[in-house]
């Protein structure tokens, strides 16, 4: 009974496996939209465009904490238990190197915050020191258990309130950058897919050259040993099927090719079985070109650069300025501190003593050579060159909307003419090949109609390909669907 149950199990397992393996080489058909939407969640370049847009959120999570209050933990030490020499000032003023042992210690929180409105930084700080003399051995502390800072290093160049300004804007541009990249990673699936699908039409019409040029050569000996056609002919036909074989062995490989590299691109197995769909029916609709600037103007991540660079230009002809070498700083302390021997004597003694301090610096320069002036000259010209870079890239902006957005509008036309050509390409090679075999045409007639219906269906993909193109770069352009009339967005998570 054991060892009934046990061969059952064993048997059951390779089955198991056998199913696994079997399951593990299904063909999976893969359609346009199928390796679009695997190409936007797993591809090299959605993994791309999540690394960037994570960059430029940490970027700005950065820049909003260094807004907000930072508290702050300081701890020092400094120590010579051994001893050491150094000039030390005598009662009667003079100096003498002496030999002392000692121990400084000191900790202390600060609160500060920046005040973005001037540029300054405002400071709540408590602290505690305690000075050790071993020869003699003696403990002092000093204690500030309260005192407000502020420091205010310059006020003719304000970095935080630029910042306000420029850090937003690139957190919107990197929002509608990922969007755009993801549409990218679309055009470039839909650029891998018909390489696929284009490879693979070649394979099949190569197939069916292969089959017909074959059914031909044994008809045609049948005729030739009839002495219906000479041998010239029959030569000609057989050189037609060699050469037909030939192609097909190398239209197999560069499928084998096309696969591999769509299957590398959506990040699958190395031995994933695949085949390709055609898309079977095509968008119908038109895209005004009005609306299509519109929308890219509404939309894409370029026109926030423009604008990001324009206020840049600014930023940088107000900080020449500011920098021109006059300076101005100001450092205002205003707290309560106590001395003692003893910790409870600097906090619950004697009443604490008031602490003012303010500082303020000036620096003029007399003679800098005009070397501000020119700096700040040397700013304006290069945000003249920003504008005149910018205004251009809008012009280039808009006019390949334009161009693209009618280029889209041609392509479905063109898509029309080439599936009605390939139709009739079809019918008059089968009716050519009839009439062949009866003997009313020669083979290069044959021959004629066989190559135009080759490139007939060739014509056909490639019109299919060029719409679809077209397609996902008027999204990628305007980042809008104009076949649902909304906006493209993608959500991102972190």
């Known amino acids: 009974m054991f060892k009934t149950h046990l061969i059952m199990k064993i048997i059951s397992i390779l089955l ?15 359609s346009l939209s199928g390796v679009i939407d695997q190409a936007q969640k797993g591809s090299p370049s959605y993994y791309r465009a999540r690394s960037n847009a994570l960059n430029s959120l940490y970027s700005f999570r950065y820049y909003v904490a260094n807004r907000r209050p930072q508290l702050r933990l300081t701890a020092d030490n400094t120590s010579s238990f051994l001893g050491n020499i150094s000039s030390i000032r005598q009662p009667d003023g003079s100096y003498a190197f002496n030999k ?37 051995d003696t403990v002092s502390f000093l204690s500030t258990p309260f005192s407000i800072r502020y420091s205010q290093p310059m006020i003719l160049y304000n970095p935080y309130k630029w910042e306000k300004k420029i850090n937003p804007l690139m957190y919107e541009e990197s929002t509608r950058r990922y969007v755009e990249d993801l549409e990218r ?9 018909f390489d696929a699908l284009t490879a693979r039409q070649n394979e099949v019409i190569l197939q069916d050259n292969v089959s017909n040029t074959d059914t031909l050569y044994n008809i045609s000996k049948g005729r030739y040993e009839l002495g219906k056609i ?19 062995e190398r239209a197999q490989i560069d499928k084998q090719m096309a696969y591999r590299e769509l299957t590398r691109f959506l990040n699958m197995p190395k031995d994933a079985n695949i ?49 021109n070498g006059y ?19 600097v906090y619950a003694g004697r009443a604490l003593q008031q602490n003012q301090l303010l500082q303020v610096g000036v620096s003029i320069p007399i003679v800098d ?7 700040v000259k040397q700013a304006k010209a ?59 045409i020669s083979i290069t007639d044959l021959n004629l109609a066989q190559q135009e219906k080759n490139q007939a269906s060739q014509g056909y993909i490639g019109a299919l390909r060029s719409f679809w193109n077209a397609y996902y770069t008027v999204r990628v352009l305007t980042l809008y669907d104009f076949e649902k009339n909304d906006r493209i967005l993608y959500q991102f998570e972190e």
């Open 382 to 440: 290069n945000a003249e060159l920003v504008e005149i870079d910018v205004q251009q890239q809008e012009r280039q902006f808009e006019q390949e909307v334009f161009l693209q957005t009618q280029l889209f509008n041609i392509q479905k036309k063109q898509l029309a003419s080439a599936a009605k050509a390939d139709t009739i390409a079809q019918q008059r090679y089968e009716i050519t090949k009839q009439r062949y075999l009866i003997g009313k």
């Open 275 to 323: 085949d390709i769909i055609a898309p079977a029916t095509v968008p119908q609709f038109e895209v005004l070109m009005e609306r299509a600037v519109s929308e890219a103007s509404n939309n894409r991540q370029v026109v926030l650069e423009f604008r990001r660079r324009r206020i840049q230009a600014e930023r940088d002809v107000a900080e020449a300025r500011g920098n």
């Open 100 to 136: 002392s042992y000692f121990s400084y210690t000191s900790a202390g929180l600060s609160l500060d915050q920046i005040v973005p409105f001037t540029g300054g930084t405002f400071s709540l700080e408590t602290n505690l020191q305690r000075n050790d003399l071993f020869r003699p």
């Open 230 to 248: 000479a041998e010239n002919e029959l030569l000609q036909i057989e050189l037609s099927l060699l050469n037909a074989r030939t192609q097909l």
């Open 369 to 375: 050579w005009g070397r501000s002036r020119y700096r």
């Open 16 to 30: 198991v496996a056998l199913l696994l393996g079997v399951a593990g080489h299904a063909q999976q058909m893969l």
């Open 185 to 193: 990673a679309a055009l470039e699936a839909s650029s891998y897919f």
């Open 327 to 345: 300076q101005f700083n100001l450092s205002a302390n205003l707290g309560q501190s106590q001395n003692g021997a003893t910790i409870k004597d």
